[in-house]
């Protein structure tokens, strides 16, 4: 019986830690959500009220706030448009090189997939930085276009959304690639030949037997890039230009500068509502579905 | 013969694509000239200055401090949550269990950050802790982000393995606790050096999380780096990338190492 204390205490340590530390924050969120707003410190007012007898003080005016001015909405569509796109490339760039290692025998396979991922471990931060020096004015990049013939001037690569995509797919990347070689890793290659002596060409098994067999990793390896990609703010903050304005900073700047705390708790809790709450639903779901299939 | 070109010219595309910027920073790490850009000559100057600045090295001591710290937590509590998860079947309110343990890895960085802020804010109304934010409340934040990436593996791990293991050994007298330390804490064993690892890695690259969560002495080292290449370009950032872009491939390659996922 002693092991049952000992399950207790293994499954209630980190419940208790995340319960505090993870649930109660992001209801704070909520509740500050909806309080009503005010100068002051903190500059929101309490959502219970006790000087006039017992009353509950709170307002949706943050939501009516954030979703009919179309700079909030038009930055949230504008980060969703930066995720799709980056998501796209990512998957045009990671798809073909995570099936070329899969298929490469076992050996080399590993010391591909580590090269690959390796990148991924050194620092965020200074591979972002890193594209800032290529993409600059007398930058690597110019100088070769220069060199080439291609223009005649320095191009301003640096600043802009293109800029921003560029280092998004390039830090992002190894995210892609890492779900979509574990399910090319475990498919039979031979269907690939039995496809061909059936008769079928490369463009037809490609799209007949190879993408619909690695649909699950495409879609595991997209959700990794697509969602922290709508909330990035590092990457438009050190490569980006006024061009474009995305959720990220919008949310940042809400908090910092306006302090409008309500209204910056607003836009965070529909980010976790519009974004992350369907991926976690579909997750619980598909658990629970694996798990019941397995027994 | 023509797909096997196509194949090598793919893989050597895709590598020369992730290495080249990391390339670039290392190779002007060593240019003399002040101005980044422009090549003057080669010269460890640079790394010089790196060495002798006081913010950047006490940044630096204070990030190891923290991700040190809250790896060793975010291990001790993944793995708790692994076993649970693999081993455990009764947990109440498991889809909950289920959910505190995942929707760290997806929700972006920023509403985790600014969660936790306000979090601590109110925290500080109610009980008067914590007065102001620091190092301390980096600490918390990211032990709670790091917990979810470790739990993942320790939960790949254990169920790789086989149970029957366990049982057997249960059979021949061990009772609960001897299984645990005996047998499944070794056979786990490389799984959780990996796990720390991991947790240690992102700790120490953390910007976001740290910059919501960040209080007097507490300017951990990619809030400094940000703060000087935000607008512009370092050349003593450039001497630090290259260094630490050295010591974390390292410490993924002892990664790869320890987690047997990734052996065939």
């Known amino acids: 019986m002693k092991n049952k204390l000992f399950e207790k205490y293994f499954v209630f340590s980190p419940y208790f830690w995340l319960v505090l530390f993870f649930f109660i924050p992001l209801a704070i969120i909520f509740k500050i959500s909806i309080s009503v707003s005010e100068w002051g410190m903190p500059p929101y007012q309490d959502i219970f009220l006790f000087d006039n007898g017992f009353k509950i003080n709170t307002t949706f005016e943050n939501y009516v706030y954030i979703f009919s001015d179309y700079y909030y909405i038009g930055s949230f569509v504008n980060s969703l448009i930066l995720a799709l796109i980056s998501t796209f490339f990512c998957l045009l760039i990671g798809f073909p090189l995570a099936f070329y290692i899969a298929t490469s025998n076992i050996r080399l396979r590993n010391i591909l997939l580590v090269l690959v991922i390796i990148p991924f471990w050194s620092s965020f931060l200074l591979r972002v930085y890193a594209w800032k020096i290529i993409l600059q004015n007398n930058g690597i990049l110019n100088v070769i276009l220069l060199n080439l013939g291609i223009t005649s001037e320095p191009l301003q690569l640096l600043y802009n959304q293109y800029a921003v995509i560029m280092g998004i797919v390039y830090t992002y990347l190894p995210l892609m690639i890492l779900p979509l070689y574990g399910y090319l890793n475990k498919f039979d290659l031979n269907l690939i030949e039995a496809s061909k002596d059936l008769g079928l060409n490369r463009i037809k098994t490609f799209f007949k037997v190879i993408l619909p067999l690695s649909v699950p990793g495409i879609v595991a390896g997209s959700l990794l890039v697509f969602i922290p990609v709508v909330g990035e703010f590092i990457i438009p903050e050190m490569l980006g230009g006024s061009d474009r304005l995305y959720y990220g900073k919008i949310l940042w700047e809400e908090f910092f500068v306006n302090r409008n705390w309500p209204g910056a708790s607003a836009l965070a809790f529909s980010g976790i509502i519009i974004l992350v709450l369907p991926i976690v639903i579909f997750q619980i779901l598909y658990s629970r579905w694996s798990q019941k299939n397995e027994i | ?264």
């Open chain 2, 1 to 264: 013969m023509k797909s096997s070109l196509i194949k090598s010219a793919v893989i050597f595309l895709g590598l020369f694509f992730l290495y080249f910027p990391i390339l670039v920073l290392i190779f002007y790490s060593f240019n003399e000239n002040k101005r980044v850009m422009v090549w003057k000559g080669f010269s460890l100057r640079w790394y010089n200055e790196l060495f002798n600045n006081e913010q950047i090295i006490e940044s630096f001591i204070i990030s190891i401090k923290i991700a040190a710290l809250s790896a060793t937590f975010a291990t001790i509590l993944g793995v708790m949550i692994g076993y649970s998860l693999v081993r455990i079947r009764k947990i109440p309110f498991k889809s909950f269990y289920i959910f505190l343990s995942s929707t760290p890895l997806v929700l972006p960085e920023l509403i985790l950050g600014l969660s936790m802020l306000l979090f601590f804010i109110s925290l500080n109304n109610v009980i008067g802790f914590p007065s102001s934010r620091g190092q301390l409340t980096i600490f918390i934040s990211h032990v709670t982000f790091c917990i979810a990436f470790v739990a993942i593996i320790i939960q790949a791990r254990l169920t790789d393995f086989n149970k029957n293991i366990e049982e057997a050994a249960m059979d021949l007298g061990y009772n609960y606790s001897r299984v645990l330390y005996k047998i499944t804490l070794p056979i786990i064993l490389p799984s959780i050096i990996a796990g720390w690892l991991l947790a240690f890695t992102i700790s120490l690259d953390d910007l976001v999380v740290a910059s919501f969560t960040t209080g007097p002495g507490a300017n951990t080292l990619p809030i400094v780096v940000f703060s000087k290449v935000r607008l512009g370009l370092s050349p003593e950032v450039n001497a630090l990338s290259a260094i630490l872009m050295f010591a974390l491939i390292i410490i993924g390659l002892f990664y790869f190492y320890f987690n047997k996922k990734f052996k065939h």
